[in-house]
């Protein structure tokens, strides 16, 4: 049988750290998933569920906008966005 | 029956995320909701996640703390797909890097994609340049 051992280090805290691998899956490290021994000795290791949809709608309500932008439509919008990043952008290839 | 695919527009997450029209943040959580449930097929561009960004920052003056917390999760939502099967890899590294350098999200794709397809990156960008050296990238000239 085929095993490969998993190194897998846990904070006195009980917050468990990721190898680099696993994080590449979306877990963030230190975050999402904690470990504890239970009362039988065992290694417990539980994630917290969350909705990134739920987590996302409304998360910045109430964002004040721009006074700049007001009363330009989405490509007029768009047009403004990518003046400032050139603006921005041609400092760094000597285009000042 | 095949499930239909559907596309979605930047100003579709910048209503969800800002909660500003009522009604058009229902139907896109009714859409991303039946993306959930394999009634519909959704894909995000990366075209799209770059001008997410842009309207965040410019628009709406967010914080990059901010704008980092919306764009890891939109790519935590698991049934988004992607036009090309290594965007979603992609995006991902593209983030790690917008959070690692201060550069603009475009550039953290054009690493990205060097990095991962092992393409040589061809810029006069010169804080570009120097990331692309830190992370091992062929550039030139």
């Known amino acids: 049988m085929n095993t490969k051992n998993i190194l897998l280090k846990v904070s006195k805290q009980g917050q468990l750290t990721l190898p680099t691998w696993l994080q590449e899956f979306g877990f963030e490290r230190n975050k999402s998933l904690q470990a504890k021994i239970n009362e039988e000795g065992e290694l417990v290791i539980s994630s917290k569920v969350t909705d990134p949809i739920e987590e996302l709608k409304g998360m910045f309500k109430g964002a004040k906008r721009n006074p700049d932008f007001d009363g330009l439509d989405n490509r007029e919008a768009r047009q403004l966005r990518n003046k400032i990043r050139y603006e921005h952008k041609n400092k760094n290839i000597g285009h000042e | ?141």
């Open chain 2, 1 to 141: 029956m095949s499930i239909k695919i559907r596309i979605l527009d930047t100003n579709n997450f910048v209503r969800f995320i800002l909660d500003d029209i009522p009604e058009q943040v229902e139907i896109t959580e009714n859409v991303l909701k039946k993306g959930a449930e394999n009634k519909l097929h959704l894909i995000i561009t990366t075209l799209a996640i770059v001008e997410l960004n842009n309207v965040l920052l410019y628009e709406y003056k967010l914080e990059k703390k901010q704008r980092l917390e919306a764009l890891k999760l939109i790519t935590n939502i698991h049934h988004l797909d992607y036009p090309d099967k290594k965007d979603k890899e992609i995006t991902g590294l593209a983030i790690t890097y917008f959070n690692k350098y201060n550069l603009d999200l475009e550039d953290c794709y054009n690493i990205a994609y060097a990095k991962i397809r092992d393409w040589e990156l061809f810029t006069f960008d010169t804080e570009l340049k120097k990331v692309a050296k830190i992370e091992g990238i062929r550039r030139m000239p």
